[in-house]
């Protein structure tokens, strides 16, 4: 949603007062390889823990020397020279996200939690993160990062209307699989800073699903031998359930397709016969961008199938030949979609 442009990106942790950010703009998400997979950590993690020494460490997009060296710096405690290396890697490859989950790393290491906070607020947007195996492979001790983490926790109980060092301790929690400690994290950055859709959007994720209230057991009854048994009763269905969407007609897509907002920001939106698309989109605080793919639909169901990875599904409402609203799947019930016309 961020990185097609369909949802506004708000990064409050980032200003170009707060020290040299390698050339990059974290006013904007960071583009990311979405078909990556993550490990899944079911239980959390103690950092004290020694790890396993031949953990895999980041992958960047491409062979990069001064991500390596970043590494070795990094590795050997040097965090000012990998802060150097890692912005030289950032400089040739400004999009690659490993790149600069690392650097919000190094940052958190220097103790710079403000810089952290919005890189790493940039790079959550749109990818999940490291898991622990992933970061700990960067540490020759683990204890070394306890400590650090010790620190930050420090700082935000010292400091505890710092929305950015409560967003950047969640995003620690959060590696180490620590649910509950991160919901309360980012809890706290939700009030200190109700302008941050992200943390908001990362709490209900970590929340999970309200859960369902469990059913009242009957008490147990003595029987009673004088009862005529009687048959099940049938549970009585509801007609309340919503409408079925009618779908998609095929031959309505192709065709140069345009929506805007209020806010100012603009959308076009291309689809050919053969089943290709480019979607083109522009905001007020953002930067442009434009990316293509492949399209398909399924029944309501509009996918666009980016070619770097990655896709974005709405359903298409149409409303005549010449407009339909694009919706995301998955949306908040506020979301009231795009308008697109010819």
Not at 32 to 40: E, F, Q, R
Not at 317 to 341: A, H, I, Q, R
Request: contains cysteine; aromatic residues 10%; charged residues 15%.
């Amino acid at each position: 949603a961020y990185n097609s442009g369909y949802s506004s990106y708000n990064n409050p942790y980032y200003s170009t007062q707060a020290g040299p950010y390698a050339g990059y703009n974290y006013a904007n998400p960071i583009p990311v390889d979405t078909g990556t997979t993550v490990a899944a950590v079911d239980t959390p993690v103690d950092p004290d823990q020694p790890v396993d020494p031949n953990q895999p460490s980041p992958t960047p997009v491409a062979d990069n020397p001064d991500f390596d060296a970043a590494r070795t710096a990094f590795s050997q405690g040097d965090f000012n020279a990998a802060l150097t290396n890692v912005d030289a890697a950032i400089t040739k490859v400004p999009t690659d996200a490993v790149l600069h989950e690392f650097r919000a790393l190094v940052l958190f290491a220097l103790q710079d939690f403000r810089q952290a906070a919005g890189v790493i607020h940039s790079v959550l947007a749109v990818g999940p993160g490291w898991d622990w195996t992933t970061m700990s492979g960067l540490y020759s001790d683990p204890g070394l990062y306890s400590q650090q983490l010790r620190t930050l926790e420090d700082f935000t109980q010292a400091n505890p209307k710092a929305a950015d060092a409560h967003f950047l301790l969640a995003y620690h929690y959060m590696v180490c699989n620590h649910k509950d400690a991160t919901a309360n994290q980012l809890q706290q950055v939700v009030q200190l800073q109700p302008n941050d859709k992200l943390a908001g959007e990362l709490l209900k994720m970590v929340q999970g699903p309200p859960q369902q209230p469990a059913t009242p057991t009957q008490p147990t009854q003595v029987a009673d031998t004088n009862v005529v048994p009687q048959p099940p009763v049938t549970p009585v269905t509801s007609d309340d359930s919503q409408p079925e969407l009618p779908a998609i007609d095929k031959d309505l897509l192709p065709g140069s397709w345009s929506a805007s907002r209020p806010d100012g920001s603009r959308f076009a939106l291309s689809l050919t016969d053969d089943g290709k698309f480019t979607w083109n989109f522009s905001g007020p605080k953002q930067k442009g961008d434009e990316f293509g793919g492949t399209y398909s639909i399924d029944g309501p169901v509009l996918m666009l199938q980016r070619s770097g990875g990655g896709a974005l599904a709405g359903v298409a409402t149409f409303s005549g030949n010449n407009k339909f609203n694009f919706k995301m799947v998955g949306g908040p019930p506020e979301d009231k979609g795009l308008d697109f016309g010819k």
